[in-house]
C-alpha cells in the first residue's frame, strides 16, 4: 500500500526567502511521486512530477524536489518566495505498478509574509 | 492550453434527492478518474475509469455511486441518493495513457443540505 505523509500542515516564510515543504512517502513498488498546487477557490495544478529519472527534479515557477529513497522523502524546495506563491501544496504518490489511483497527503498551507 | 473542464462550479441539493456531476475531459486522454475532498480532509480517489469500464474503485465508491461516458465527451459522476456526509469538493481528472500525469479540473463543491 502506498501512503504520503506532509511533515507541516502550515509553513510561513517572508517573501525572499527559501521554502521548504516536507514529504515522506511509503510503497511497495517503484513510486511516482508528484507535487501538486492549490490556489484558492482553483483546482489542482501539477508542479513537479518523478517518475524514477533523475532524483532532481524541477518544475514550474522555480520549484524542484529531490527524490531521496535512501530517505523515503521527496522534499519540495524554492530559494526565493513569492507572494503568489501562497496555496496548499500536496504531495502525491502513485505506483507504477497498476499505476492508477493517486494518493494524497494531508496538505502543507504555505502562507508568505510581504 | 488544453484543460479538464467540470460543470457546476457549485451545486445544493437536499438529501436523498440524485444529483449528476459533469466533466469534460482533455479529448484525447482514455483515462478518466473522480476523486473528493471533503472539507478540512485530504484529496481521496473514488474511481478509475477505461475503455468504458470501471477499472478501480475505493471502498468509498459504493452502490449509490455510478460513473459514465455517455457521448464520448463528458464524463459524468452519478450519487443517486445524496447523504449529508457526501458533501465535499468533487475533483474530476484525466489522462492520455498510463505513464501520463492526471491533470484536474477545477472542482464541483456538492452542498447536500
Known amino acids: 500500500a502506498q501512503s504520503v505523509t506532509q511533515l507541516d500542515s502550515h509553513v510561513s516564510v517572508s517573501e525572499g526567502t527559501p521554502v521548504l515543504l516536507r514529504c515522506n512517502y511509503s510503497s511497495s513498488y517503484s513510486p511516482s511521486l508528484f507535487w501538486y498546487v492549490q490556489h484558492p477557490n482553483k483546482g489542482l495544478q501539477l508542479l513537479l512530477k518523478y517518475t524514477s529519472a533523475a532524483t532532481l527534479v524541477k518544475g514550474i515557477n522555480g520549484f524542484e524536489a529531490e527524490f531521496k529513497k535512501s530517505e523515503t522523502s521527496f522534499h519540495l524546495t524554492k530559494p526565493s518566495a513569492h507572494m503568489s506563491d501562497a496555496a496548499e501544496y500536496f504531495c502525491?504518490?502513485?505506483?507504477?505498478?497498476?499505476?492508477?489511483?493517486?494518493?494524497f497527503g494531508t496538505g502543507t498551507r504555505l502562507t508568505i509574509i510581504p | 492550453e488544453p484543460e479538464v473542464t467540470q460543470t457546476p462550479s457549485h451545486q445544493v441539493t437536499q438529501m436523498g434527492q440524485e444529483v449528476i456531476l459533469r466533466c469534460v475531459p482533455i479529448?484525447?486522454?482514455?483515462?478518466f478518474y473522480w476523486y473528493r475532498q471533503i472539507l478540512g480532509q485530504k484529496v481521496e480517489f473514488l474511481v478509475s475509469?477505461?475503455?468504458?469500464?470501471?477499472?478501480?474503485k475505493s471502498e468509498i465508491f459504493d452502490d449509490q455511486f455510478s460513473v459514465e461516458r455517455p457521448d464520448g465527451s463528458n464524463f459524468t459522476l452519478k450519487i443517486r441518493s445524496t447523504k449529508l456526509e457526501d458533501s465535499a469538493m468533487y475533483f474530476c481528472a484525466s489522462r492520455w495513457d498510463s505513464t501520463d500525469t492526471q491533470y484536474f479540473g477545477p472542482g464541483t463543491r456538492l452542498t447536500v443540505l
Open positions: 479529448s484525447n486522454h482514455l483515462y
Open positions: 502525491v504518490v502513485s505506483e507504477n505498478f497498476g499505476n492508477e489511483k493517486l494518493t
Open positions: 475509469f477505461y475503455n468504458n469500464e470501471i477499472s478501480e
